[in-house]
């Protein structure tokens, strides 16, 4: 356990378990909480092809401190898609959700998404952009 003079004249210190109680019940040292650090997310989000031609494009997002994943597919799902990782709640970075329109549209149109306009950046809506193309 973690104690501290009342007065914090002095730095916090550990102890065990029974010679804490007795310091603390003597009422001349309190508990000291332990401070939990956040995590600091690192996201990657991505547009990739259907896993068969004939599947539509999806979203899939990826957070490399806490290693979460998510793939999300549909019409609105640019707008609509939430990530939760790392206590935080990270929605579909523009510059993404504008490549994933042109990636439905091209796909509904004909084209599998598989042509050269998939080489999307990565993006963390957090971060900025990631190292290189996927």
Same mark, same amino acid.
């Given at each position: 356990?973690?104690?501290? +003079?009342?007065?914090?004249? /002095?730095?916090?210190?550990? &102890?065990?378990?029974?010679?804490?109680?007795?310091?603390?019940?003597?009422?001349?040292?309190?508990?000291? !909480?332990?401070?939990?650090?956040?995590? #600091?997310?690192?996201? %990657?989000?991505?547009?990739?092809?259907?896993? !068969?031609?004939?599947? $539509?494009?999806?979203?899939? &997002?990826?957070?490399? %401190?806490?290693?979460?994943?998510? /793939?999300?597919? =549909? $019409? %609105?799902?640019? !707008? %609509?898609?939430?990530?939760? /990782?790392?206590?935080?709640?990270?929605? &579909? $970075?523009?510059?993404?959700?504008?490549?994933?329109? !042109?990636? *439905? +549209?091209?796909?509904?149109? =004909?084209?599998?998404?598989?042509?050269?306009?998939?080489? #999307? $950046?990565? /993006?963390?809506?957090? =971060?900025?952009?990631?190292? =290189?193309? *996927?």
């Amino acid at each position: 356990m973690e104690l501290q +003079d009342k007065e914090r004249k /002095h730095e916090p210190f550990d &102890c065990a378990a029974g010679m804490a109680a007795g310091l603390f019940a003597s009422g001349a040292f309190i508990k000291v !909480k332990p401070v939990i650090k956040q995590a #600091i997310p690192n996201t %990657t989000w991505e547009i990739r092809a259907g896993e !068969k031609v004939e599947w $539509p494009p999806y979203l899939y &997002c990826f957070c490399a %401190t806490c290693a979460s994943r998510q /793939h999300s597919e =549909g $019409p %609105t799902v640019h !707008k %609509t898609a939430k990530f939760l /990782h790392c206590g935080v709640v990270e929605s &579909c $970075p523009p510059e993404i959700a504008k490549h994933y329109v !042109k990636a *439905r +549209d091209d796909f509904k149109g =004909g084209n599998d998404g598989r042509g050269p306009y998939y080489l #999307i $950046p990565t /993006h963390s809506a957090l =971060g900025g952009c990631g190292a =290189g193309w *996927r």
